[in-house]
């Protein structure tokens, strides 16, 4: 079974904080995805990895930044967290066919 | 510019009955094309895909019919059941060479009534 995990499942940060959200999967995928699910809007992709230390941005990437420094491990890296990022992350991977796998979410609060 | 549309927020069906989902898309170069079912506070679990080289794909009480010319994909469950109250998202990939992103719809609430 693949298992994709993330760091916490619910976060509470202040506006300007630094925020980092760790993905870890252990199937030896190549790809690893961010996503934010917020209602009425779907899963909006914001970075992607093919490989490590690759990183490709999404359709949301303002904002954010992320690191791939190890093959089982994506962070995601709110430089300075606004008001308008409390959302829910989702982080998936797969290999190299299409289905992606998707771990817990992390629903972040930003005050 | 949103290329995979679900136009149906939600949807409610008896027990027992067929839920058919809808997704429209708008991109000639879509391929591959998933269902994903989440439920509150969890990631999406995947569903069922299926190719643009075939029309139909089976899973169990879960099939997803493709029609290329109209650009539109349905998912049938069939019969309904109460655990299958879920959001259920469309997503569809164009090969692009690295990664194989995804564009989501928007989902479509189901609820599967007794």
């Known amino acids: 079974d693949v298992k994709v995990t993330q760091s916490s499942r619910y976060l509470v940060k202040r506006t300007g904080e630094k925020v980092f959200l760790e993905c870890v999967q252990d199937?030896?995928?190549?790809?690893m995805f961010w996503y934010r699910q917020d209602p009425g809007l779907g899963l909006r992709l914001i970075y992607f990895?093919?490989?490590?230390?690759?990183?490709e941005k999404g359709d949301i990437p303002e904002g954010y930044s992320v690191s791939r420094e190890k093959k089982e491990r994506f962070s995601l890296i709110l430089e300075s967290a606004s008001t308008n990022q409390t959302s829910m992350y989702l982080c998936?991977?797969?290999?190299?066919?299409?289905?992606?796998?998707f771990g817990p979410g992390t629903r972040l609060l930003v005050l | 510019d949103q290329q995979v549309k679900q136009n149906s927020p939600s949807l409610s069906v008896q027990e027992g009955r067929i839920s058919i989902l809808n997704c429209d898309y708008t991109?000639?170069?879509?391929?591959?094309f998933l269902w994903y079912k989440k439920y509150p506070a969890e990631g999406p679990t995947f569903l069922i895909s299926?190719?643009?080289?075939?029309d139909k794909n089976e899973d169990g009480r879960f099939t997803v019919f493709l029609n290329k010319s109209a650009k539109h994909l349905s998912l049938h469950i069939v019969p309904s059941q109460p655990g299958d109250s879920a959001v259920y998202f469309c997503?569809?990939?164009?090969?692009?060479?690295?990664?194989?992103?995804?564009?989501f719809g928007t989902g479509t609430r189901l609820q599967v009534t007794l």
């Open positions: 990895s093919y490989d490590v230390k690759m990183k």
């Open positions: 991109n000639s170069m879509f391929d591959y």
């Open positions: 299926i190719s643009s080289i075939k």
């Open positions: 997503a569809a990939s164009a090969h692009t060479g690295t990664a194989s992103k995804l564009t």
């Open positions: 199937m030896d995928h190549e790809n």
């Open positions: 998936a991977s797969s290999p190299p066919s299409k289905t992606q796998y």
